[in-house]
């Protein structure tokens, strides 16, 4: 995501949204109707795109009358500020886009478990092994590309042929982009970490200048102007461009690896709440209205062009299903924190 001016600012409900806005029965406790937890404010450290998460805490306040006060910024730069915080931090919830930051933080104790019935409500390989953090949508890395630089029938098919000579001039790269890390962890993964250093000198040389594009929309929009050939993002960037643009007025196309690729990842965005917390009950019910059937509708039509993860919630028609798609099977643990991919970037010099 681009950087994001830090802000805190209370999300309020206003008086005329009803219940029935957040699709859900109005009976019984955080997944129904307001309880005893109304009047409560937790405060929501957000790395998610800020409109979504908007109006998720819009529907959930108006379900549970629970306040939700939201400090945005980038994942990295919050992780940072909630280690630095330790036991102090007002944050009670963190809401993240990969969940290698949330794995770092579980790593240094700084997560309290979820409640197992909020983990019970997306598939268990796509939240926490130890249950301290939630999954709650996934994106798939893949290649945006423009037509008229680059036919379909010539793009590479696996991530590690963009290190190919072939690729010099034509390739473009955000890597500071916490949304690139997944990737070179899966390929460090798949390879072993020569193999990812090699491949990551290769696409540096091969994007020359282009090596350190500031964003994903930038980067998108290169692509789309022509500016750029192809470019390695995340499949939501893309849709998102699209309907700000209008499809007739975009030029870029999207194309996926081939099943099982070592770069082709399905990334999962999570919550995790913080160890520290004072408002542990209301936490708890934030993070399962974010995995509840009204949550994760909101989450499928919402501009984020994300995919929900709850057994039975389909996805923006716009997407090609999430079943029909076959990305590598490396879980968010198998992936981990994302400091060896952190250290791999700083070894070849693109962080």
Known sequence: MPSR?????????????????????????????????????ITL????????????????????????????????????Q???????????????????????LDDRKLLAPVNASTL?????PDSATNGDWVGV?????????????VPASQLPTSIMQLADPQWKGKLGLAPAETDFWPVVSAIARAKGDAAALAWLRGIKANAGSDANVPDNETLTSDVDNGTTAIGLINHYYYYRLRAEAGASNFHAKLAYFAPRDPGYVEAISGAGILASTHHLAAAQAFLKFLTSNAGQRILATSDSFEYPIRPGVPASSELPPLKSLKPNDFTPAELGTGLDAKSLMQQVGLL
């Open 45 to 80: 450290y957000n790395s998610q795109h800020e409109q979504t998460t908007s109006a998720l805490i819009q529907a959930f306040t108006a379900k549970t009358g629970i306040k939700v006060r939201v400090k945005d910024g980038d994942e990295d730069a919050l992780t940072a």
């Open 5 to 41: 001016a830090f802000r805190l600012s209370v999300v309020v409900l206003a008086a005329g949204l009803t219940l029935a806005a957040c699709g859900g029965s109005s009976s019984g406790g955080a997944g129904g109707g307001k309880g005893g937890l109304a009047g409560t404010t």
């Open 82 to 104: 909630i280690e630095e915080e330790g036991s102090h931090s007002p944050a009670d919830v963190f809401y993240t886009e990969n969940s290698n930051w949330l794995q770092q």
């Open 120 to 124: 019970r409500d997306v598939p268990k």
């Open 137 to 149: 949508s996934a994106r798939v890395s893949a290649l945006v590309y423009n037509p008229s630089k």
